[in-house]
Each structure stands twice: as structure tokens, then as C-alpha cells.
């Protein structure tokens, strides 16, 4: 058994490794119509600040003719900040994003991520779920569901902070989730909230991760604050799914991408 623990903890190590200087992250900020998050050039800042600190290349844009299968090549991961409804102009675009994953590309997705692309399956499924409803901005507290993975480590076991609690619909079964919302600790519209977490109980999904159509995917529902961009415990829990996600995303095989629909349906 011991022999099996040291097996574990190196292979877990060596996961969460990363060369942050051969790292190039597209930072991507659309939005559709609907409501913006102010939030966006703080969330750029602070991870332009992370980007320096760590000596990785972050390249911001809210130009969806970014994606094609050629550009998307150069990224390591592709970063959705406060993104919201539909994203992209084109089924072409899309297609790119997919085939990127599809190849073993990365993503990470921040706070209203959750809304984006509502009406692409392929996309909701790859978020793990889409935005239905939240209750007010108020004091929350979180609970760490699975202290073993990367990214949750030097997160407080029960995390308080301020934020907007986001509950899902069309949730996909894929998803591992390492940090959950305690829902005791909410005070503001309570009695919607406890109808809207649907067969959960105390606990909901706050962030999570999961292995999605070749790529690797790493989300937070946290980050409505524009003080969280400057909050070290908030950029850490960032950064730490952004180190996940680039460990997995390195190397990618594009004569692995297959789909040559947006819908179609997943190997």
C-alpha cells in the first residue's frame, strides 16, 4: 500500500508540473447580446499580473475570427473570461474551437462562461452544464470536495467569500467537482435557492473538471467581484486550474480531431 501511495503522489506531482514559460494562453472576453459582466478588464489585468509573475504569454481578444484550426494551434489553452451568450459568428468558428479540443486542447472557463453558447449541446456539455439562475451577491461559503486535486491546493477547506452562487441546468454527468457551495450559507432569496438546487442537498458545484472529447476542461462558477481579479486566494484557485489544465494540454494531435459537425455526436 505504501509503495502504491508514493506511486500516486509522484504521478500526481508530475500532473501538476508545468514549464510556464512555454505557455500561451488565449484570453477570450465576447459577448453576445445580453448583459456584460464589468468585471472583464479586471479579470484581464489580474491575469496579465499572473501572466508576468509566472512568465507565461497571455494573448486577449474579443475577435471571434480568431478561431480557425491553424491560429488556435499556438495555445496551450483557450480562457473564457465573462464570456456570455453566443460567442462565435460562424458554425466555422465553432467547428475550430471543437477540433481544438478535440485534439487535446485545454479550457478554462471564469464565472459567466457558464452562460456562453446556450444554444450549442456540444458546447454546454463541455462546460458541464449552462447558467440558469443565481441568487443575489451575497456572503457564501465553500467547502473543498476533493482536496487531492491539483487545484485545490492552499484552498481554505471552507472558503468564505463574497460571490454569486450559480445554479445549472442541462448539467452533463462528466464533470468532478472539487469545490462546492454550501448552501446553508445562503441568506439572500433562500427559498428560491433551495428549489433551484433541484436533488442536491447541502452541497452544489462551484468548480469542477472533467476530461471532455480528447481536451482537458477546468471551470469556476466564482469571479463576479472585480476585487476578486486583485484577491490572491481567488487568482490562486485560477491558477491552479489553469497549471491543471496546461499539464494535461501541452501536447496536442490534431489528426485526432474528428467532428466535422458542431453536433456531432461524441466518440
Same mark, same amino acid.
Given at each position: 500500500?505504501?509503495?502504491l501511495?508514493i506511486?500516486?503522489t509522484l504521478a ?6 508545468? =514549464?510556464? =514559460?512555454?505557455v500561451k494562453?488565449?484570453?477570450?472576453t465576447k459577448?453576445?447580446k445580453g ?5 472583464i478588464e @479586471? ?10 509573475? =509566472?512568465?507565461?504569454t497571455v494573448?486577449t481578444?474579443?475577435?471571434p475570427?480568431i478561431?480557425?484550426?491553424e ?5 496551450t489553452?483557450?480562457?473564457f ?8 459568428d460562424t458554425?466555422?468558428q ?7 479540443i ?6 478554462v472557463g ?6 456562453t453558447?446556450?444554444n450549442?449541446t ?6 458541464g ?9 451575497q456572503p ?7 482536496a @487531492?486535486h ?7 477547506s471552507?472558503?468564505k467569500?463574497?460571490d454569486?452562487l ?5 448539467m ?11 448552501l ?7 427559498e428560491?435557492?433551495?428549489a433551484?438546487?433541484?436533488?442536491f ?14 481536451g482537458?476542461v477546468?471551470?469556476t462558477t ?7 481579479y486583485?484577491?490572491?486566494t481567488?487568482l490562486?484557485?485560477?491558477?491552479q ?11 496536442k494531435?490534431f ?6 459537425e458542431?453536433e456531432e455526436?461524441?466518440k
Amino acid at each position: 500500500a505504501s509503495l502504491l501511495i508514493i506511486i500516486s503522489t509522484l504521478a500526481y506531482a508530475q500532473q501538476a508540473e508545468v =514549464k510556464w =514559460k512555454n505557455v500561451k494562453v488565449l484570453f477570450y472576453t465576447k459577448n453576445g447580446k445580453g448583459y456584460v459582466h464589468e468585471n472583464i478588464e @479586471s479579470s484581464v489585468k489580474g491575469i496579465q499580473k499572473l501572466g508576468q509573475e =509566472k512568465g507565461f504569454t497571455v494573448v486577449t481578444s474579443d475577435d471571434p475570427s480568431i478561431f480557425t484550426s491553424e491560429n488556435l494551434k499556438q495555445f496551450t489553452f483557450l480562457l473564457f473570461s465573462n464570456t456570455n451568450n453566443d460567442v462565435f459568428d460562424t458554425n466555422e468558428q465553432r467547428l475550430a474551437f471543437r477540433q481544438y479540443i478535440e485534439a487535446g486542447g485545454g479550457f478554462v472557463g471564469l464565472h459567466s462562461a457558464l452562460g456562453t453558447e446556450r444554444n450549442w449541446t456540444w458546447f454546454k456539455m463541455l462546460l458541464g452544464g449552462s447558467f440558469a439562475w443565481h441568487p443575489k451577491f451575497q456572503p457564501l461559503t465553500l467547502k473543498v470536495i476533493d482536496a @487531492s486535486h491539483a487545484s485545490a491546493k492552499n484552498l481554505p477547506s471552507n472558503w468564505k467569500k463574497e460571490d454569486e452562487l450559480y445554479f445549472l441546468k442541462e448539467m452533463y454527468p462528466g464533470i468532478n467537482v472539487i469545490l462546492a457551495h454550501d448552501l446553508t450559507s445562503v441568506k439572500e432569496d433562500e427559498e428560491k435557492a433551495k428549489a433551484a438546487a433541484g436533488f442536491f442537498n447541502r452541497y452544489y458545484p462551484a468548480a469542477w473538471y472533467q476530461h471532455y472529447d480528447g481536451g482537458t476542461v477546468w471551470i469556476t462558477t466564482l469571479g463576479h467581484d472585480k476585487k476578486d481579479y486583485e484577491d490572491p486566494t481567488y487568482l490562486n484557485h485560477i491558477l491552479q486550474g489553469m497549471q491543471f489544465v496546461a499539464s494535461h494540454a501541452m501536447k496536442k494531435d490534431f489528426s485526432k480531431a474528428y467532428a466535422k459537425e458542431i453536433e456531432e455526436p461524441i466518440k
